[in-house]
């Protein structure tokens, strides 16, 4: 049984949580809270395998908490959002501090069936998730020194950069985008999210690397030193004109569950680039992208992923990997440096 803690100042909240995780066959409650204060005796004293927190609290607020959590005793997060642009910010944040995952305050408690089963998919999704202490010191930015003797690779023009990532790929995308030089192909980026959040989370990048991080935009020309991420809620595609690409953003069906999907982006970047393409995967749950990473190596592209170690939850480098399309497999803080050495001659 998944046990489950639900903090949160909202009594209509809590009791809507609270009879979510009640219903589900593989979950307990453990106990609500109005807010981390009061939660604190209850963690020591039995500690839950998931909380559910939110960002806006009295007394201590969700993220000081979460940085707290993290430090001293690392348990399994999901955040409870609220759909503004604050909320978006904060989210983003918590997502960088240690949270496996997040979802947003429902506007109505009308006809919740299919909310509260996605949110016990993510409470399930979480349960699973490697978290560990975090010292949140900043991640430097600009490339990561390289190693004398360590091997370039003279990549054909027209290359790109293609990156996948799920639950965990926040955090994993801090770590790696600010360590890359301005001097990279165009980067182009499917991390599961939901509608109204990926902008904050592009500017909050954008912040802190040397490269150009952006929302992606449907008619795009993807220029060399940028990264574009896929928006919540559609999906990013890549095709090529001339002697370059343009980027593409449909409201096509989900694949494997999930808009913007990596399965898409991939096929069309093996489209469009073909051996010129370096695609990696990073963490998350799930199997979206493992076919077409797999079809991105028969036409001659790199294909990374990251380690299991590393990872927050293994599912989709692991079956990555199991379908054959992995070359490389790294651990997250080599990433940085791997994709430099891979793309270094190929920008200049």
Not at 26 to 49: H, K, Q
Not at 293 to 317: H, K, N, W, Y
């Amino acid at each position: 049984m998944i046990k489950v803690l639900v903090i949160d100042d909202s009594a209509v909240m809590r009791g809507f949580l609270g009879r979510v995780v009640g219903a589900q066959p593989d979950m307990e409650l453990l106990g609500v809270a109005s807010d981390p204060l009061f939660a604190i005796e209850r963690i020591r004293r039995s500690p839950p395998d998931v909380i559910t927190l939110d960002v806006e609290m009295p007394r201590m607020n969700g993220l000081e908490f979460l940085r707290k959590l993290m430090v001293l005793r690392p348990i399994p997060v999901v955040m409870v959002s609220s759909l503004t642009r604050e909320g978006a910010d904060a989210t983003v944040r918590a997502l960088e501090l240690g949270a496996v995952d997040f979802f947003p305050k429902p506007s109505s408690f009308e006809g919740l069936d299919a909310v509260g089963a996605e949110i016990a998919e993510k409470i399930r999704t979480a349960s699973q998730a490697r978290v560990g202490r975090h010292s949140w010191a900043p991640v430097d930015s600009g490339p990561v020194p390289l190693q004398p003797g360590t091997p370039l690779t003279a990549a054909t023009a027209g290359a790109l950069v293609a990156v996948g990532a799920s639950t965990g790929g926040v955090e994993a995308l801090r770590r790696i985008l600010p360590r890359l030089p301005a001097a990279m192909p165009p980067i182009v980026i499917a991390q599961h999210m939901l509608p109204g959040f990926t902008q904050s989370f592009a500017a909050r990048l954008d912040a802190l690397c040397a490269l150009r991080v952006q929302e992606a935009q449907d008619g795009q020309v993807a220029q060399a030193g940028h990264a574009y991420i896929a928006p919540g809620g559609r999906h990013l595609v890549v095709v090529r004109r001339g002697d370059g690409y343009r980027l593409r953003l449909t409201d096509d069906a989900p694949v494997n569950r999930h808009r913007p999907s990596v399965d898409t982006l991939f096929q069309s970047v093996g489209e469009a680039a073909g051996h010129a393409a370096t695609a990696l995967m990073l963490t998350g749950m799930g199997a979206d992208g493992a076919s077409a990473m797999l079809g991105l190596r028969r036409r001659g592209a790199t294909t990374l992923a990251q380690d299991e170690a590393s990872s927050v939850v293994f599912g989709m480098p692991r079956q990555a990997i199991a379908l054959g399309g992995v070359q490389e497999v790294l651990a997250l803080d080599d990433i940085a440096a791997r994709l430099q050495a891979l793309c270094l001659r190929a920008a200049a």
